[in-house]
């Protein structure tokens, strides 16, 4: 077991983490561009990883790995469906901009 | 065991093989499959009573227990006794020569296969009704009969007033079948049993009620039964307009054997029947006016289907008359003699319509022996049984009735007189518009269905007007020749039957029936007979032919000025004494207001419908809110999301967290 690296606490992690997370969240609401919300999906995502990863070593468990390994194949599978999904969008409708695309509204 | 079971399974087989596959079979074919169950049966129910006779005991054979609730046991039972040993040769023998007569009547008609097959369920039902055990047979038969006679009415669908006229024979009869439920209903309460003979013997045990008790009301409930299947007043409505239905129909059910199952029930319930004088009272009562009312209204019609009906519900009235005053072998004897008779004067008449192409109404006709001299001379045979001129088989029926009504009461017996004599009264007037005087249809263009008097605006055409035009093809093909004028004699296998019946109504009445009765029915007094109650009665029938011969025959114009002079009266019989219309303002019409109004506007359109469309719209409402948060917009789900996170998180903060 190596020596101790000096002790940044759990708090820290949590706060940097939660910090990011808001980013991502009030990005996916305000901003218009699709390819900026999914970044910022992106970022939700990675704000958790973090927080998992935290938790992980504070605790001297894996499950917060295992968790981050799984995150980060879901968020990859997401990026490949999900730009192409708006790759198809912008060639239907010439416009990436989220207010637009309500078609689903009743 | 005689097997008895079969008797009413060959009709059946019958009705299997028409009903199902008659459709694709040949005529030949459905007929003999027909005719050939029923004769089958005729046969087997001779080869029976020649085996159990003299059946001074009834023969019972039981196959299974049908119903065993409590100390309630219902079994499969038939059974024949003297009494059933007569229905069955009736319903059989009779149902036999109709069956052949129909071949030749239904020949030409769409759905040939369909009348035979209801004909032959209807000798099922109707030979299940004579031969169960128990009451509760007994009304399956008689819910049967009363099916096929709904069916039979209706068969000509297409025209609305022979659906109409189906309709009310099954409505009025359900008021009937109600009476009888409550009865058996009643039976059971007091007997603890259905069957026939345990019934009876415990009722033989009974005191005679002389105010109202169970027995009385027993047997007025049954007289309400009877009297809705035996088109008794106030339920004989029914009756006049079931001649709707094919002529065969109207001389097999409407006739000669179902309509007969009210009295047939009655003297089965004979024992019951003696331990309620005020019920007796009560039939007889009902009887004779019947039996007055149809007659006169007999006198006035002039559809000669119609006039029949009349008939046969005044003889009904007879047999009830004779029921009430204890004489139940004569009104059995009646029961028999008129299913002779008035069997062969519907199919007559059907022969005369036949050879009229269709045509009922008796102004149309005239002179008609010269042409169908066959047919004339079994319709007088008949003429003279019904008018009771001696030694023919209604006179013995007749006058056994009469003898026993006159030790009753004398009033009763002179009314009935009376109606004996308005009843040749009116046969006489019928044969005398048919047969005698000028031939009246060639002044009547292409003699069918386009002359008829106005003012009768019941359809009295076996045709409906769907199947007119198809009819009236078929008849110029088959008899072109003749259509246009001349009335031409029915084929062999209509008038064979007839000559056979004509036989049986002239020398049927020398058999002693209520004698040969003696050991089934409960035994009645003897009384003395009187010979001058013979002579009377003999009067009162020849008296009713002479007459019709001065008013129809001698002096033609003297009707017309009758009728003139009768004014307002001759209108009230000539409508049937308004029954109908009674009925209309007092029942059907507030039923059908009342249903229109309160059940169909008020409660279905109003009620159950405003629940549904309520319940409808009030989703659409909500829903109409909650519409618009869904915009469509991604972003503003993600706010929606966001801002249930953040309601999650401070609900958890302020219940102090996750611990």
């Known amino acids: 077991m190596p020596p101790a690296p000096p002790a940044v606490p759990l708090t820290a992690y949590l706060i940097v983490s939660a910090i990011l997370f808001s980013l991502g969240a009030i990005g996916f609401v305000i901003r218009k561009n699709v390819i900026t919300m999914f970044m910022c999906i992106e970022l939700m995502l990675n704000a958790i990883n973090l927080s998992f990863v935290a938790f992980s070593y504070k605790h001297g468990t894996v499950d917060g790995h295992l968790f981050t390994f799984f995150v980060m194949v879901v968020a990859a599978a997401e990026a490949a469906v999900g730009l192409a999904i708006i790759l198809t969008v912008y060639k239907n409708r010439n416009t990436l901009m989220a207010d637009d695309i309500d078609s689903l509204k009743l | ?659």
Not at chain 2, 18 to 24: A, T
Not at chain 2, 356 to 369: F, I, N, P, V
Not at chain 2, 428 to 457: I, K
Not at chain 2, 618 to 630: D, K, P, Y
């Open chain 2, 1 to 659: 065991m005689q097997q008895l079971w079969l008797i009413p399974l060959f009709p059946l087989i019958g009705f299997l093989i028409n009903g199902l596959f008659g459709r694709k079979l040949p005529k030949s074919a459905i007929s003999l499959v027909a005719v050939g169950t029923v004769v089958a049966s005729f046969l087997w129910v001779l080869k029976t009573l020649s085996a159990i006779m003299p059946l001074e005991t009834p023969h019972i054979e039981t196959y299974a227990t049908w119903i065993q609730s409590g100390f309630v046991n219902i079994p499969f039972e038939f059974a024949v006794d003297r009494l059933t040993a007569v229905m069955l040769l009736v319903v059989t023998g009779i149902g036999s020569l109709i069956h052949v007569y129909a071949t030749g009547y239904m020949a030409e008609e769409d759905g040939y296969y369909r009348f035979f097959a209801y004909l032959n369920l209807f000798m099922f039902f109707m030979l299940t009704l004579v031969l169960g055990n128990n009451y509760l047979l007994l009304f399956v038969g008689w819910e049967g009969v009363g099916l096929c006679s709904y069916l039979l009415i209706g068969f000509y669908y297409l025209k609305n007033s022979a659906s109409t006229a189906g309709n009310k024979a099954f409505i009025v009869n359900r008021v009937g079948d109600f009476g009888f439920s409550l009865a058996m209903f009643l039976i059971v309460i007091q007997f603890k049993t259905l069957t026939f003979q345990d019934v009876m013997k415990q009722a033989a045990q009974v005191p005679v009620e002389h105010a109202v008790g169970m027995m009385t009301v027993i047997c007025l409930l049954l007289l309400v039964g009877a009297a809705g299947k035996s088109a008794q007043v106030p339920l004989h409505v029914w009756l006049p307009d079931a001649m709707e239905g094919p002529t065969p129909v109207s001389a097999l059910i409407h006739a000669a054997t179902m309509v007969t199952a009210g009295v047939y029930m009655t003297c089965r319930s004979a024992t019951i029947f003696l331990k309620a004088p005020i019920a007796m009272e009560a039939v007889a009562i009902v009887g004779l006016i019947t039996a007055v009312l149809a007659a006169t209204i007999g006198m006035t019609q002039w559809d000669i289907k119609k006039v029949f009906a009349y008939s046969t519900i005044s003889q009904l009235g007879y047999m009830f008359l004779a029921a009430g005053v204890g004489a139940f072998g004569p009104a059995m004897w009646h029961v028999v003699t008129h299913a002779f008779f008035k069997a062969l004067l519907f199919l007559g008449a059907g022969a005369v319509i036949y050879s009229m192409h269709h045509e009922q109404d008796m102004r149309h006709m005239g002179g008609l022996r010269k042409y169908i001299p066959i047919t004339f001379g079994t319709l007088a045979c008949a003429w003279i049984a019904i008018a009771g001129v001696p030694l023919t088989s209604g006179w013995f029926s007749k006058e056994a009735i009469l003898g026993a009504v006159y030790h009753h009461s004398p009033i009763m017996y002179w009314i009935a007189v009376l109606t004996a004599m308005v009843t040749a009264f009116y046969v006489s007037r019928s044969m005398f518009l048919t047969f005698f005087g000028e031939f009246r249809g060639a002044a009547v263009p292409a003699a069918g269905h386009h002359g008829h008097g106005d003012e009768d605006d019941h359809g009295h055409d076996d045709h409906g007007h769907a199947v007119e035009k198809h009819d009236d093809r078929a008849h110029a093909v088959a008899h072109n020749a003749a259509h246009d004028t001349e009335p031409h004699e029915a084929p062999f296998v209509m008038w064979g039957p007839l000559a056979v019946l004509a036989a049986l109504s002239i020398v049927g009445g020398f058999f002693d029936l209520p004698h040969f009765l003696e050991p089934a029915l409960p035994p009645a007094e003897h009384v003395a007979h009187e010979a001058w109650l013979e002579i009377v009665g003999s009067a009162a029938g020849i008296l009713g032919i002479v007459i019709a011969h001065i008013m129809y025959v001698a002096k033609p114009e003297m009707p017309d000025a009758l009728t003139a002079k009768l004014g307002g009266l001759y209108r009230l019989v000539y409508d049937k004494y308004r029954v109908d219309e009674a009925y209309d303002l007092t029942i059907v019409d507030p039923l059908i207001g009342g249903s229109r109004s309160f059940l169909w506007k008020g409660l279905d359109a109003g009620l159950i419908d405003g629940m549904v469309n309520g319940a409808g719209s009030t989703a659409r409402l909500v829903g109409g809110f909650a519409r618009w948060i869904q915009t469509g917009n991604m972003r503003t789900y993600g706010a929606w999301v966001l801002v249930g996170a953040v309601a999650v998180l401070a609900y958890l903060g302020i219940g102090g967290g996750v611990r």
